[in-house]
């Protein structure tokens, strides 16, 4: 089967991704590639985050006894891998062999200061600064600026639908222009800020917007819908390519449980995380 449009087609990849034996996939609610192509896929499961190869062979595990409750994940240029925990309210950052290299907020303890870093946080992103933007995300209902060492510079937002509300910032990413965009689920639209916090503009043709991904080598960024859809768009808004719908499907390449993370690696091939218990993480390899 094939899904997309215009220069923009995919072919699915039926069970990618292969487990040792007795191993379960749990939730799934996110992936990224790092430089080489491998597929880091973040879930909760006894092994919390797997190694792929882009052929689906699997490669390593890190992670168990110290990620409890995943969420958002994010690799640097650098290869480093930065792990949102939403229910113990930190973010990991690990060098590209697995170790903690420094951990954002307090394990197991949510902000005393309202509106403060970190009440349930969604996701991170790095702007060209090298500066970190931080989701903060069922609770906090807010977005974080960090130096590159880990000091608080900036927070803004506040519950609501309004410029630089949120109803529930899901992911946030920072585009090559440095402008940060954040998916305001609930409300169903993504808002773009620049790195002050100031509300630049909002997307509105979208379904609950969990997770996006901006191609490195093109202007598009790839979107993440929970309502079973995946949308392709250009930086200045035109829709390149969409498929799936509200329909729930077992089939492969359509959506059972909402897409909820997504990566494109170097090849233009794109991962899609499934949120759901015992969850699909789907690839879709791009036709050239």
Not at 259 to 265: L, R
Request: aromatic share 10%.
């Amino acid at each position: 089967m094939t899904f997309g449009a215009g220069e923009y087609i995919y072919d699915v990849v039926e069970d990618w991704g292969r487990l040792p034996t007795g191993w379960s996939r749990g939730v799934i609610p996110a992936v990224a590639c790092d430089a080489a192509d491998r597929v880091y896929v973040y879930s909760r499961s006894e092994h919390p985050l797997v190694v792929f190869d882009r052929d689906g062979n699997f490669l390593a595990s890190w992670g168990e006894g110290m990620l409890e409750h995943a969420h958002g994940i994010y690799i640097d240029a650098d290869d480093n891998v930065y792990c949102t925990d939403c229910n113990t309210h930190c973010v990991r950052k690990l060098s590209p062999e697995g170790e903690l290299v420094m951990t954002l907020g307090t394990p197991g303890q949510p902000t005393a200061t309202p509106g403060g870093p970190f009440d349930r946080p969604t996701d991170l992103a790095i702007a060209s600064t090298g500066e970190l933007f931080v989701s903060d995300g069922y609770n906090g209902r807010r977005v974080h600026r960090f130096s590159p060492e880990g000091q608080l510079l900036l927070s803004w937002g506040e519950e609501g639908d309004g410029p630089g509300q949120f109803a529930l910032p899901h992911c946030v990413r920072v585009d090559k222009h440095d402008r940060v965009w954040v998916c305001d689920r609930e409300n169903n639209r993504i808002q773009i800020f620049d790195t002050e916090g100031n509300f630049l503009t909002q997307w509105t043709d979208l379904l609950m917007p969990a997770g996006l991904h901006f191609d490195p080598s093109a202007d598009v960024v790839y979107i993440a819908e929970l309502t079973q859809r995946v949308s392709i768009f250009t930086l200045d808004g035109e829709l390149l390519a969409r498929w799936g719908g509200a329909r729930i499907s077992e089939k492969p390449g359509e959506f059972r449980g909402g897409p909820h993370g997504i990566w494109a690696d170097s090849h233009g091939d794109l991962y899609v995380a499934e949120a759901q218990t015992d969850a699909r993480l789907q690839k879709f390899r791009r036709r050239r």
